[in-house]
């Protein structure tokens, strides 16, 4: 949805300008980055519930859940404004932490792995306790959905059956004969994690982005950073390994909060959408928008509608 640990350097100029793709209610648009105009408020007029300012990483199921976080809480009354696909984890989270956001649509294993590099817990329970103890003050997390979309690493049918593989671990046996591919921060934040853990290496790390799945299918690469949820996992006939050793930890869609800046009015909203958010309703959603084409705006208000939170 791109995602997980290790502290990139500064974030670059590219990012600035791309608030205006994607959204759903509220307003957008203008630098995703500038928090001059929209400073969030816990306390703030403009609606009973007070403000929230909302982001969301620069990818699809991010910008779907930040719109469906969006709409629930202005149908409570709270002033929202949308800056979508700002960029990766590295840029937004230190946008939460300073208050520039006040809300964040995260993935709780990814955002662990992100605060605490050599944490080891793979349940949702562990990993929500760990985040507990490792975030900052300025930040909270709120109860998380069932809804799971975890990182994989996949490969085409194809390709699973010529070299036998299934897991991790049999990756690892022909690994330095395959090209990777995934997001451009892939390769610094897993590089060391997957020989550490699997003895894993690669020929060579290729950043193929939002076009991996397709690259597998293709053959421009061997393996790739898919998730789960992602529609193109089916209608490419892809496999994702195994992962015996729970490197890829639980992956809940969870709420991350700029704690100053949440009502009460909001932290409830956002957890009775986290209490009816599912796996094979994320799957819906996406399929919706990767194959119909839909606006992550248009079946985020279908589904809170369909819920009655709308």
Known sequence: MGRKYGIAAVLMSAMLGMAACGGGGGSTGGNPLD?????????ASGGSGGKAV?????????????????????????QVTEKPRIGSREAVYDQVKS??????????????AFVDLKNTAATTDEVNAALKEKLPAELEVLDSSPAEDKDSLSISKDTQAKQSLNTMEDLAKVSKSFVVGGPPEF???WEARFKEVYGIEFKEWKPTG?????AIKDGTIQVGNVFTTDPKMTA????????????????????LLYKAGATDTIKTTLNAVSAKLSTQSLLDMMQKISVNKDEPATVAKEWLTSNGLG
């Open 210 to 214: 939002p076009t991996t799945a397709d």
């Open 187 to 189: 390769k610094k934040r």
């Open 236 to 255: 490419n006939n892809l496999v994702p390994l195994q992962d015996p050793k729970n490197i890829f930890p639980a992956q809940n869609v969870t709420p």
């Open 54 to 78: 909302i982001g969301s990483f620069d990818f699809d199921e991010s910008v779907l859940l930040g719109s469906i976080y969006a709409q629930a809480l202005e149908a409570k009354g709270v």
């Open 99 to 112: 208050g520039g956001l006040t809300i964040v649509p995260e993935y709780n294993g990814n955002l662990l």
């Open 35 to 43: 928090t001059s105009s929209a400073a969030p408020s816990g306390s």
